[in-house]
């Protein structure tokens, strides 16, 4: 199963973009990159996802590299209400009927600071 | 609000004891699940429902036992637990259980085990 390393917590300036970075150097090349957050005292959230483009939507921009080893989540203008666990996901197969699940880790803790 | 809720948010039971978790979506998926969080691990996905059948049993042990009546409702039936089992327990649901799939999550029930 293709692993993700994230680093265990970042700090970050309200207003300021956050840029969590993500490590995920066996993925295979059908296998797609999600992200998402957990607030404290809250169940996860779902941000965004991809395979090799980028993407964006209302809540985060996704920066997927050529050779998918790698990705970075930016939260563009950070709010206090940013502040949780952000966990970075490959969705990987489970079994021959092509049924998939995600594999978390431990994510990483953003503190946004005033 | 995700559109999935959970209840109880707390539960504390004996070893002993008998008890249930519920979770209810009103998003109109047809699957959900049950994951198990605790301190310092990462998620850990128990069952898979995906209309109403179960198509995933991730090595749970039968003290744990899942009911899916009906699309929008999900229980856990908990007996004879141990300590080591006090964790918070997730519902999600999602519009299939195949690839492209963004959860949504409840809050979870926090449980101790005494």
């Known amino acids: 199963d293709a692993k993700t390393t994230q680093p265990p917590s970042m700090d970050c300036a309200e207003g300021r973009a956050a840029n969590l970075p993500c490590n995920h150097s066996?993925?295979?090349?059908?296998?797609?990159v999600y992200w998402y957050r957990q607030i404290h005292s809250q169940g996860p959230q779902y941000i965004i996802h991809?395979?090799?483009?980028?993407e964006t939507n209302e809540m985060a921009s996704l920066i997927i590299t050529e050779d998918r080893k790698s990705s970075t989540l930016i939260l563009p203008h950070a709010t206090l209400r940013d502040t949780a666990v952000y966990y970075c996901?490959?969705?990987?197969?489970?079994?021959?009927?092509?049924?998939?699940?995600?594999?978390w880790g431990l994510g990483t803790s953003l503190a946004v600071n005033p | 609000e995700t559109g999935v809720t959970q209840t109880p948010r707390h539960l504390v039971m004996g070893m002993t004891n008998k008890k249930s978790l519920k979770c209810e979506q009103h998003?109109?998926?047809?699957?959900m699940y049950w994951y198990k969080q605790s301190a310092k691990k990462p998620l850990e996905l128990m069952f898979v429902?995906?209309?109403?059948?179960?198509?995933e049993n991730n090595s749970v042990p039968s003290r744990f036992s899942p009911e899916c009546p009906n699309s929008s409702h999900l229980f856990l039936h908990l007996h004879t637990l141990q300590p080591e089992d006090s964790a918070l327990y997730l519902c999600?649901?999602?519009?299939?259980?195949?690839?492209?799939?963004?959860?949504?999550f409840g809050p979870g029930t926090r449980l101790t085990v005494t």
């Open positions: 998003l109109g998926h047809n699957a």
């Open positions: 429902y995906s209309l109403e059948e179960r198509v």
């Open positions: 991809g395979l090799k483009n980028n």
């Open positions: 996901i490959v969705r990987v197969a489970w079994d021959a009927g092509n049924n998939r699940k995600l594999i």
């Open positions: 999600a649901s999602s519009q299939g259980a195949r690839p492209h799939y963004e959860q949504y």
């Open positions: 066996t993925i295979s090349g059908n296998e797609y």
